[in-house]
């Protein structure tokens, strides 16, 4: 089975934000890419509301709802009580929890699985019960005793900061390495009984030796380069080719 691609909306309302317009329009092209085959919309609501509002997750969520029943809606974002309230009154199907500043311009690491492992246990159970699955970012060299205390969570799955991989564009002896971690790191998520996620710098171009490289990966949640690419090939087009990259 192929990954299934979540398009990540981020960067469309990022350049929405630029001006004091409707547009472009996030759930217009959320709704371009679901009519072309992509399997959910992901957003990152940070508290600053740089690119994602909070007004846009009812929209989101009605657009799923009313026109692609079929769709997932994924959230991420660092566990708060005020982004527990905002998952709740929008009932994704699942939830990323990402270990980010507020600062920070975009995800960069995985969890402290160890470190952190009671704080998350408490958010994800927590999450679970409102009837969501929970995934973890999680670091793409991750050994056993990180990947045991990340299922020790409770978490259904992990999601794979690819950012060290995409970043090896230019080098392919760094990207077989970067693979390699990733694959080896997968392979015991999967033997934990850990679903297998991933996203961050995903392109046309690097997905389908992820793809080869964990062949039981579940899901790629993508928004800068398929944006990128949407400015050359428009959504549909663009959400088709990332699509044919994940092998589907």
């Known amino acids: 089975m192929a990954a299934k691609l979540s398009v990540n909306l981020n960067a469309i309302a990022m350049l929405r934000n630029r001006r004091d317009l409707p547009w472009p329009s996030v759930t217009g092209l ?3 890419a679901l009519a072309a085959g992509a399997h959910g919309l992901t957003v990152h609501p940070r508290p600053d509301q740089r690119h994602i509002r909070f007004s846009d997750l009812p929209e989101i969520r009605a657009l799923i709802d009313d ?14 009580e005020e982004f527990f309230e905002l998952v709740r009154a929008c009932a994704p199907e699942q939830v990323t929890l990402v270990p980010d500043d507020p600062a920070q311009a975009t995800s960069d ?10 704080f998350l246990r408490d958010w994800v159970q927590r999450l679970k019960k409102s009837g969501a699955r929970v995934s973890l970012f999680c670091d793409p060299d991750a050994d056993e005793a990180a990947l045991t205390a990340a299922k020790a969570t409770g978490a259904d799955r992990i999601e794979y900061y690819t950012g060290p991989y995409g ?5 392919p002896a760094k990207a077989a390495a970067a693979l390699a971690d990733l694959e080896a790191s997968a392979r015991i998520a ?3 009984g850990l679903g297998v996620n991933a996203g961050h710098d995903l392109t046309v171009a690097n997905l389908p030796a992820l793809a080869r490289a964990i062949p039981d990966l579940l899901e790629v949640s993508i928004g800068h380069g398929l944006t990128a690419d949407a400015l050359e090939y428009g959504m ?13």
């Open 30 to 32: 959320g709704r371009i």
């Open 167 to 171: 970043g090896t564009y230019d080098d």
């Open 190 to 192: 999967k033997r934990l």
């Open 109 to 118: 690491h995985g969890w402290d699985f160890a470190g952190q492992g009671n």
């Open 236 to 248: 549909a087009e663009t959400a088709r080719r990332f699509m044919r990259a994940c092998g589907g």
């Open 67 to 80: 026109e692609f029943p079929q769709a997932e809606f994924n959230i991420e974002g660092y566990p708060t």
